[in-house]
Every structure is written in C-alpha cells, then in structure tokens.
C-alpha cells in the first residue's frame, strides 16, 4: 500500500497491492460429525490466510487515508458509490473480475466509505501489466443520486412533503 494525496474534491484514492482472487478468498473445509451417533461429512467455508491478511493490510490502510485526505464520509447505505479503478497487473492472465470482491469486502469491513457494498459501482477504466510495481489504482467518489433520488436536493424535498403524510409512520416511508 502506499499513500496518496491530492484531494481536490471529495475523492478518496488509494494504491491496493492485488489482492488474492476470489478463487482463493474463501475455501472448504470438510470434517465428521456425528448426528444420532452416525458419522456425517460436512463442509464448511473458510477465509484464507492470505485474504485475512490483505484484508488487515487494506483496512488499516483505508482508515488512515481517509483521515490523511479528509476524505468526507458519508454513511448512508442509499449513497452509491463510484469505484474507479486501473489495474496494473503482473501477468497477462489474470482477471479483474476476480479482484472485486475481496477488494469491496475490504472497503466495507474499514466502515470509513460505506455501509454496505451493494452500492458500489466498480468500474475498471484501464488494465495495464507492470511486473515490477503490481497495484490497482482506486478512485471513490460518492454519486450525486440516493437510491432512487437525482441528488440530495430532491431526497430532502421528497422526505418533507412524505413527513406530512399519514403514511409516514416515523420515518418508515417504503419510498424512503
């Protein structure tokens, strides 16, 4: 990871090592046990050792960049999210597609971007290959629309005329 500056809006951009493809973020594990004394196999899914540790790595990273930049945060889980990046990969074979979840699960987990990863828009701008100095080049920026609101303007004028509403039910509109 290494440190990024230049905040000229409310942008936060980070370098990410690559991170492990989700082939190999979460893996199987079987074992035996027993129901009504008969043996039963089961399987079940754990984190890699090397996901945990990009995780740890990024997260930390994350946080410290956010207050570095004064990256504005905004914790609404209507607020989508741009997630630009360029990728810089050592080899011609790998996929971007198989870098977003650990990387998406990461920014989430820090809890400095978003609440949840379901609003956010990845985009991968450019693939480049870099032996030496593998990375992916990130850009956040939040998008002016909320859920199904053009901007902030319109949510605020919405939600004060939905508040006179005998439907409202304290702030539990569906619309909202």
């Known amino acids: 990871m290494a440190i990024c500056i230049n905040n000229n809006m409310n942008q936060l951009k980070l370098i990410s090592s690559i991170p492990v493809s989700v082939n190999h973020?979460?893996?199987?594990?079987s074992f035996i046990t027993y129901v009504n004394k008969k043996p039963k196999a089961m399987v079940t899914m754990y984190e890699t050792a090397d996901a945990k540790k990009y995780k740890k790595d990024f997260i930390k990273y994350i946080k410290e960049q956010v207050k570095i930049q004064k990256f504005e945060t905004?914790?609404?889980?209507?607020?989508?999210?741009?997630?630009?990046c360029i990728f810089y990969f050592p080899r011609i074979d790998m996929d971007a597609n198989n870098t977003w979840k650990l990387l998406l699960d990461?920014?989430?987990?820090?809890?400095?971007?978003?609440?949840?990863?379901?609003?956010?828009?990845?985009?991968?701008?450019r693939i480049y290959y870099d032996p030496k100095n593998?990375?992916?080049e990130i850009t956040l920026t939040y998008a002016d629309y909320i859920g199904i609101?053009?901007?902030?303007?319109?949510?605020?004028?919405?939600?004060?005329?939905?508040?006179?509403?005998?439907?409202?039910?304290?702030?539990?509109?569906s619309i909202l």
Do not use: M
């Open 25 to 29: 973020y979460i893996c199987p594990r």
């Open 74 to 84: 905004k914790l609404n889980k209507y607020q989508f999210t741009h997630v630009d």
């Open 106 to 125: 990461s920014i989430t987990e820090s809890g400095a971007v978003w609440i949840d990863d379901n609003t956010a828009l990845e985009s991968a701008k």
């Open 134 to 136: 593998p990375r992916i």
């Open 149 to 173: 609101f053009d901007n902030q303007l319109q949510f605020n004028e919405f939600k004060s005329n939905c508040e006179k509403c005998n439907r409202y039910k304290e702030g539990k509109c």
